[in-house]
């Protein structure tokens, strides 16, 4: 079956600094697939390739088979496609909740205004955020920030999510409920890329685990594999630094 | 203080009394004001048709030089080089150049008026100042905001449009109204090629009457209108600072 998303041999680099190393994986469909790696080794970079925030330098991005990486290409079918949430949140923050979410179902799936809130109405109620949908983003916690984020993304209705250190802007006591969000979305057919600090989470969550060295995915199996016996040295070595914490 | 030394020391100066009589003369002042707030009125009526058009060409200028397409590097370059020459020459000499130099070149009335090149001379200088903040403003929008919007699949005019220009000119409103202060005054300037405005009506009365009066008064008519919008400017300024940077320090 054709790879959801496929990474062939990718290369990038922001001037002399190669950032990412002849980068090769495949991820199927619906497949969750956590990436994990020191700080600096590519993962957010990775994550803005595959919805084009980032042009690569060589190799190719595939969606469905199709090399979405293309020089030339116009990458705003694509972006509805597969959508994504920073570590920052990155609100609007002179737009209500509600209108967050409805501004690119309007403008981008051409929505009618109605449906647009009808769809976000639903998606906030799901959430457990039905009565913030008039509140500004300042007037909420990180943790209910970063949910609305979520849901900005949802409301797309991508096929892939990508999912960049999404708690590590949040204070410990916040993080569940944000992870909670993810936990419903597995098994809902779309498929997740996350980058992640949270290793506990990412042994929960994924389907396979991708260790990220230098750029380059030193390791990639499943969880148990990864976090109980990996086989790379750096894997390792990285594992005990973050488990020393 | 000030304000106090000079009501307490002034009138005991020698030659106050001659002073007082040429530039604050109580009858000269009930005679011209009348004469002066007519004259005001084409002040207002030159702000009032400049203004929109200053805003119009600055956010396109800003807008030009912020474009970040390879292609249009020659529109970005004409856009700098359109607020750098705005800016790099007196107000006035933009004025006269363009003020007697258009209507210079044989035009038909009404289009060679002194009054209509004075003002394009005006919007022309003050959009290039004020393109400059708007720049500055989109400048401050952070990546980020830009980042979220294309990712969610907006164009890059959408992006500009709905999530970077509306934070953008919400930051920059109060050096937006700092600049319509000037502009407010610099209107004056239009008199000195022909329009018979507020200042050069001013000047009109002087010569008639040998008296200063009619300056003081038309420095008044200015204040009743530039210190209401200064305070106002202050104001958001400081509902901005307080906005953007953070907790104040107690003393
Ligand atoms: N826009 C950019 N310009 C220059 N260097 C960048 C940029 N984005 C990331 N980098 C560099 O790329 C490397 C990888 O960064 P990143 O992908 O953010 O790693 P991670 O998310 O794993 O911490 C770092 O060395 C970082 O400094
Ligand atoms: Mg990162």
Redesign the interface.
Known sequence: MTPKVSLRGVNKSFGANTVLHDLTLDVSAGEVVSFIGASGSGKTTLLRCVNLLEQIDDGAVLLDGDEISAVGRDPNPIRRRVGIVFQSFNLFPHMSVLRNITLALTKVLGLSSGDADTRAAELLARFGLAEKASVYPDQLSGGQQQRVAIIRALAMQPEVLLLDEITSALDPELVGEVLDVVRELKGSGITLLIATHEMAFAREISDRVCFLHAGSVAEVGAPSQIFSEPQDERTQQFLRRVRSH | MVLVAVVLLVPRMPRWDRVKKSFFDVDQMRDSFPRLIDAFWLDVKIFAWTTPAIFVLALLIALARNSRSPALFPLRALAAAYTDVMRGVPVILWIYLVGFGVPGLGLERPYNSPLLWGSVALGMTYSGYVAEVFRAGIDSVHE??R?????????SA?TMR??VL??AV?RVVPPLLNDLVSLQKDVALVSLIGPIEILRQAGIDKAKFANFTPYVVAALIFLAVTIPLTRLTDYLWQRERRRTSGTRVAA
């Open positions: 980020s905001q980042a979220a919007a294309r990712s969610l699949g907006l164009s959408q709905f999530v509306p934070q919400r």
